[in-house]
T-cell receptor, first 107, second 116 residues
Framework: AQRVTQPEKLLSVFKGAPVELKCNYS??????LFWYVQYSRQRLQLLLR??SRESIKGFTADLNKGETSFHLKKPFAQEEDSAMYYC?????????FGAGTRLTVKP | DTAVSQTPKYLVTQMGNDKSIKCEQN?????MYWYKQDSKKFLKIMFS???????INETVPNRFSPKSPDKAHLNLHINSLELGDSAVYFC???????????????FGPGTRLLVL
């Protein structure tokens, strides 16, 4: 069964500091992984996906099949990055989300 | 244009009542979902419909019944509401593409349900 684990429920960093939100998965096939973000009082929206290998709002995420991880990183956090972040694994109409990590970027 | 819309945005009701939440998407997607986000912000899939057919039905009580009149709509009907049903419910849609990593899900704004 596919499973997504985000070990940190809360993460707090200062503005300008690097940030890494951890995500580990368990899945027997080739995973399709995503990061979604939910800003305060806004809808959940796609941040990035592993297949496109892009950088959105300064965030990147690399799929590491050996470690079964898809950690989200940003070298210099900004206050507007404060939000709830969800890692998700998709397979055949079934999207499984991690429990989410609330990131707070302090001034 | 709103891609995925839900109504109502807020729903406050008494225990035992029956209520419905509507979801519509204008993206032409063939798959729609319902998620429940609890007070701890945990997001859990409830149902998934592909071309009006039920694909995923997680272990939710029978009081929850999804209804898909067409590909653009997936409504959620809840009977005999309980206190524990209080949560934010999100609708989403995507276009199945054979597993090529293009199945981005687009979410509605959520419906905040409060059962008193």
């Amino acid at each position: 069964a596919q499973r997504v684990t985000q070990p940190e429920k809360l993460l707090s960093v200062f503005k300008g500091a690097p940030v890494e939100l951890k995500c580990n998965y368990s899945y027997s096939g080739s995973p399709e992984l995503f990061w979604y973000v939910q800003y305060s009082r806004q809808r959940l929206q796609l941040l990035l996906r592993h297949i496109s290998r892009e950088s959105i709002k300064g965030f990147t995420a690399d799929l590491n099949k050996g470690e079964t991880s898809f950690h989200l990183k940003k070298p210099f956090a900004q206050e507007e990055d404060s939000a709830m972040y969800y890692c998700a694994l998709y397979n055949n109409n079934d999207m499984r989300f991690g429990a989410g990590t609330r990131l707070t970027v302090k001034p | 244009d709103t891609a995925v819309s839900q109504t109502p945005k807020y729903l406050v009701t008494q225990m035992g009542n029956d209520k419905s939440i509507k979801c519509e998407q204008n993206l032409g997607h063939d798959t729609m979902y319902w998620y429940k986000q609890d007070s701890k912000k945990f997001l859990k899939i409830m149902f998934s419909y592909n071309n009006k057919e039920l694909i995923i039905n997680e272990t939710v009580p029978n009081r929850f019944s999804p209804k898909s009149p067409d590909k653009a709509h997936l409504n959620l009907h809840i009977n005999s509401l309980e206190l524990g049903d209080s949560a934010v419910y999100f609708c989403a849609s995507s276009q199945f593409s054979g597993g090529q990593g293009k199945e981005t899900q687009y979410f509605g704004p959520g419906t905040r349900l409060l059962v008193l």
